[in-house]
């Protein structure tokens, strides 16, 4: 609820994120050329993190062959940095263009990274309107950040 009925940040997260000078209160976890990655600040799983284009673009046919090419090897890199820090069962990539598709930042598209694991869906988001996190944010971007930062 905090995220639904909370204020709204001002401009583009992915845009404004990437140039604050506090990265881990930003959930940043390294910026590369054509990319950032950061954390989801309302996680659906632990290790949740998102990789988006440095330019500001909701439409993934404007990018260009070296933006899109930058953006796939830092995606494949950050799903090899999830699949070594949280050993997840499986791992759920995606990305929704538009807010028709379920975007919830429509005009910055971006990949969602989600490490999963049999039977980590229950029953408490439905009874208890919460979600259970084994590990704070906190902890999640210590435990990547060195992770990100020796890939870029």
Not at 27 to 40: C, H
Not at 60 to 69: A, G, I, P, Q, V
Not at 85 to 111: K, Y
Not at 122 to 131: C, D, K, S
């Amino acid at each position: 609820m905090v995220h639904i009925g909370g204020p709204k940040e001002p401009g583009c997260i992915f845009c404004n994120k990437p140039t604050e000078s506090d990265s881990r209160k930003a959930l940043v976890l390294g910026a590369a050329e054509f990319g950032s990655i950061m954390l989801n600040k309302f996680p659906y799983a632990n290790g949740h993190l998102m990789v988006s284009p440095r330019r500001h673009t909701a439409d993934l046919s404007e990018l260009t062959s070296e933006e899109h090419s930058g953006l796939a090897e830092l995606l494949r890199a950050t799903v090899g940095i999830i699949r070594d820090e949280f050993r997840p069962e499986g791992v759920n990539i995606g990305m929704n263009l538009g807010s028709a598709a379920g975007a919830g930042i429509a005009d910055h598209l971006h990949w969602h990274v989600v490490p999963r694991w049999v039977g980590d869906t229950n029953f408490m988001p439905l009874i208890g309107e919460v979600r259970v996190m084994p590990e704070h944010l906190d902890a999640v971007y210590d435990r990547l950040r060195p992770r990100v930062e020796a890939l870029l």
